[in-house]
């Protein structure tokens, strides 16, 4: 082996080889295990969210593999209706052209054409992190396959009554020019103002005042709405407005909606551009008067001087016509939500238009009753309050989109605008009997992305043709998400997987928060806090960091804020830490319902662990490859506690593993690799391999415990860190008698109870303990690690003297001593720093071994240094412009460093009253 682990020399050579080998494949003869991948979109590169959740699943799947699960990690993209759209869109801008000077057909050509060229990006960054998918299965959302079972799931839900074309209320997109969900709109508080108007009666007799935040919607108002008991009012009902700039008058009605505390305890009434007015309008039969374009101008049903005017324009117009007019009665402040669309950024407009909706009552019914007997759990339990919640209160889904680029929907129109639904237009006509006299032509929408994406893990396996592989891998396993695509695809899944099979889509519902920076924030391009995973494998240079962090920033003052920020945080830039070594992070940070908070300090802590291994390969590789390792063997203690311990660790790992806990696992394969393995065993083994005291079959014995230990811990090991333990057992496993191609279809390890060794855990935690007081002694009283020491055993049980007679010289090699003796009863101890090993007291004579008061000068240096630090720190922490002026994190700073000079120089008192009275 390598001197050293270097991750970038090993990792696409294996993945390449496993891959090509079809490894991925479905191969075990055990119960199927399946997850689908969360479709990424195609326009996608890889984020910290796609690099904590793929590193989850992939373990999840290697260990189920190597269980002998037959094992599907089904991958594909989604073709991001939206979000694709978008990008071949602004490259057309670039040129100068918009998809219009195209056409539909030129303009869908030119995506795909851009999907074969850039698409693929995510899927590679997928292998660079090790994912274990079945990658000859890979599906894409707008592939004819899945595209079939788009189009048979519309027809099924239409046939059923469940889909309808209706004229609805939607939030409009001006930019986009589509409708979107209610889950796709981001309501922020923004300051804004809050107009207050006079509404004149149409008999003169007086008017009414009514407040709006939306002053332009005013010229679509068809209704005053009043509280049936306000007594303001009561006389009112019933009588008419003259409303202002139109020609129109509008009723006053009485409604249970309105607040009579709030404002005036008058409100106008837009049905058609505000969705709580559009309820009362259905109520009270009111005209729903549309009056924007999709554009968010003003259209053809507004007065001529307010016609073409943008939104915002038309606002300030009506604003003034209106204070000219005596009928601006205020303007307040007023801070108010704004809803933006997520993709465009702009302020979404309650438009009335005919969409396509799913009657979503009955599926969600069935969707909660999955969850309440327990065929779907999730995981942290808690989530199914927030699913509950959701699920209670559903809306209709609007599922038609007002773009080119998804799949069309499956409806035709003749010239009077009748509806024919077909899984093809001739399948439409030979259900409605059309002739080829009747002209039709396609719904010019495409489906909500979330439509197909709802489908995902039964269209994959190849419905409606109901073939092997849906038999054999449907119902799936689990299904890991974050917390904040459980409304947009979560539920939506069980809902449609449910009304379309009659089956779950999957029994567990795995649920993890946002991967946040080290401080908690969201990481986002604003914030300057981006990671990108391929960076903590690989490496990047300072500037490139800052180049990429920085570019395409708009504000120049953010980008140099973020740029200092970058300087400050990674002044050397980022580390390449490999791929195995960001995984074991990812894994170690996924505790139950929280967010994850990414810590740099973990990464470079597993790349460390990623090393320890990687040398206690090369020291077991030197000590067996060549020897005899298998015959007559007689195992020494030490061999019998670590196969003890390992079993122990198996048992906990395999329980985290089948719980979701990655966490609590990785913490458990640490433990026993870092510290009991490589920190004790090893040490263990040397007095054994490298003294003639000890027979052969004793050296066997422990040449074998070293590589079948060893072995067994990389299987262990392999779902979290797949490219080091591939690399070190086809080294080791030919050694441990253990035959196989890869590491990947070997058997995950079983724990054997009969190894389980409480007398040999004694021992050895009786000889760490003894050891480690040993090691205290040297360290408090500066005492050279080579140098060899007397010790002293006081007040020792039977227990402890039996364990002197038969530890004596693994203690005396691992402890560097010259002689260990029990005192006499009546045996005074000379001058000796002591430490307790539980009722015993160990003492090291201090005769010949320390020059006292050279060590009591040195000690009192150290102590007259660390008493001005602590002086100098608390006068500056007691200086009121120090605390006032100085950063927080500077102060913060000066707090951690007085608190470390105060411990520190607590100890070297302890140590200074030791020494005085040896």
């Known amino acids: 082996m390598d001197k050293t682990y270097q991750p970038h020399s090993i990792e696409q050579p294996w993945y390449q080889r496993w891959e090509a080998a079809g490894y991925f494949k479905p191969s075990g003869k055990g119960e199927a295990f399946t997850i689908m991948i969360p479709p990424p979109n195609v326009t996608g590169s890889l984020h910290m969210g796609h690099g904590f959740n793929n590193a989850f699943m992939d373990a999840l799947v290697r260990f189920r593999r190597m269980q002998g699960r037959n094992t599907l990690w089904q991958p594909g993209t989604d073709h991001a209706g939206i979000a694709t759209q978008m990008v071949v869109e602004r490259r057309l801008a670039a040129e100068g052209k918009s998809r219009h000077d195209l056409g539909r057909d030129a303009f869908i050509d030119e995506i795909w054409k851009w999907k074969e060229e850039s698409g693929g990006t995510i899927t590679e960054q997928l292998r660079r992190l090790g994912s274990s998918l079945d990658w000859s299965r890979e599906r894409f959302t707008m592939d004819e396959g899945l595209s079939k079972a788009v189009r048979e799931a519309f027809v099924r839900l239409h046939e059923k009554g469940m889909i309808y074309r209706g004229k609805r209320l939607v939030n409009w997109d001006p930019v986009l020019h589509t409708a979107i969900s209610d889950l796709e709109v981001e309501s922020e508080e923004e300051k804004g103002h809050m107009w207050h108007f006079r509404y004149p009666l149409a008999d003169g007799s007086g008017h009414l005042v009514v407040a709006t935040t939306r002053p332009e919607t005013m010229l679509g108002d068809t209704a005053v709405a009043v509280h049936p008991e306000d007594p303001r009012y009561r006389d009112l009902i019933g009588k008419e407005i003259a409303l202002p700039l139109t020609e129109r008058t509008i009723p006053i009605i009485a409604d249970d909606y309105v607040d009579p505390e709030f404002g005036s305890g008058c409100v106008k009434i837009t049905p058609a551009h505000d969705f709580n007015d559009h309820e009362i309008g259905v109520r009270h039969q009111l005209p729903m008067i549309n009056i924007m374009t999709e554009d968010a101008a003003l259209n053809d049903e507004v007065p001529e001087a307010y016609r073409g005017l943008d939104r915002y324009d038309a606002r300030k117009k009506i604003v003034n016509d209106l204070d000219a007019l005596g009928l601006l009665e205020k303007v307040e402040d007023h801070n108010l939500m704004v809803p933006r669309g997520d993709r465009s950024g702009v302020v979404i407009e309650p438009l009335l238009t005919d969409q396509w909706f799913v009657n979503v009552e009955s599926m969600g019914k069935k969707a909660i009753d999955a969850v309440e007997d327990g065929r779907i759990q999730f995981v942290p339990k808690q989530y199914e309050n927030m699913y509950f919640a959701w699920m209670r209160d559903l809306q209709d889904w609007c599922i038609s989109r007002q773009l080119w680029w998804g799949h069309r929907i499956p409806a035709w129109y003749d010239e009077e605008g009748n509806i024919y639904v077909g899984r093809t237009e001739e399948e439409a006509r030979e259900k409605h009997s059309l002739g ?53 695809w979560v539920a939506r899944m069980i809902m449609m997987t449910l009304e379309l099979t009659d089956e779950v889509p999957f029994k567990h519902v795995y649920m993890h928060g946002l991967v946040r920076d080290n401080d908690g924030n969201k990481m986002s391009k604003s914030r300057g806090n981006v990671l990108d995973p391929l960076d903590l494998i690989d490496g990047i240079d300072l500037e490139s960091l800052v180049e990429k962090r920085t570019t395409g920033l708009m504000q120049p003052q953010m980008a140099k804020r973020i740029e200092k920020q970058t300087r400050k945080e990674f002044p050397e830039g980022i580390n390449a830490y490999g791929t195995d070594a960001l995984r074991f992070t990812f894994a170690a940070l996924a505790t139950t319902g929280r967010d994850v908070v990414f810590d740099m300090g973990r990464v470079d802590g597993y790349r460390n662990f990623c090393n320890k291994l990687w040398n206690a390969a090369r020291y077991v590789l030197q000590n067996t490859e060549g020897q005899d390792n298998s015959g007559e063997m007689t195992f020494s203690v030490a061999d019998k506690w670590i196969q003890s311990e390992l079993q122990k660790t198996i048992q906990q790992v395999t329980q985290s593993l089948e719980g979701y806990r990655l966490d609590q696992a990785t913490a458990a394969t640490y433990d026993m690799i870092w510290h009991q393995y490589c920190d004790w065993y090893l040490e263990l083994s040397k007095p054994v391999l490298y003294s003639d005291q000890y027979d052969e079959a004793t050296k066997r014995g422990t040449r074998y415990t070293l590589l079948s230990v060893l072995e067994t811990l990389l299987r262990l090991a392999h779902p979290f860190m797949p490219f080091i333990t591939e690399e070190i057992w086809q080294r080791v496993a030919p050694l441990a008698g253990v035959a196989g191609d890869t590491i990947m279809l070997a058997d995950y390890p079983m724990a054997h109870s009969h190894l389980i060794d409480a007398e040999a855990t004694a021992d050895i935690e009786w000889l760490q303990q003894m050891i480690t007081a040993i090691r205290n002694i040297r360290a408090e009283m500066n005492i050279a690690p080579g140098r060899e020491l007397e010790v002293l055993l006081h007040n020792a049980s039977a227990k402890d003297a039996d364990n002197v007679g038969r530890l004596s010289g693994l203690l005396g090699r691992l402890a560097r001593l010259s002689d260990i003796r029990l005192l006499a009863e009546d045996e005074a101890a000379p001058p000796s720093a002591t430490q307790l090993v539980g009722r015993m007291e160990l003492l090291v004579p201090m005769a010949g071994l320390i020059d006292k008061d050279a060590e009591l000068e040195r000690l009192g240096r150290e102590i007259q240094r660390l008493e001005k630090e602590v002086a100098r720190a608390e006068g500056k922490l007691g200086n009121a412009n120090f605390v006032d002026r100085a950063p927080a994190e500077v102060v913060e700073k000066e707090k951690e460093k007085l608190l470390g000079y105060k411990s520190d120089l607590a100890h070297y008192r302890e140590q200074q009253e030791k020494i005085k009275h040896l």
């Open 436 to 488: 080829p006299e009747v002209a039709l032509r396609q719904d010019e929408d495409v489906l909500d992305t979330w439509f197909s994406s709802a489908l995902w893990t039964f269209s994959t396996l190849g419905w409606p043709d109901n073939p092997e592989a849906l038999k054999t891998f449907h119902p799936t396993d689990v299904v890991v998400s974050g917390f904040d695509i459980i409304f947009f």
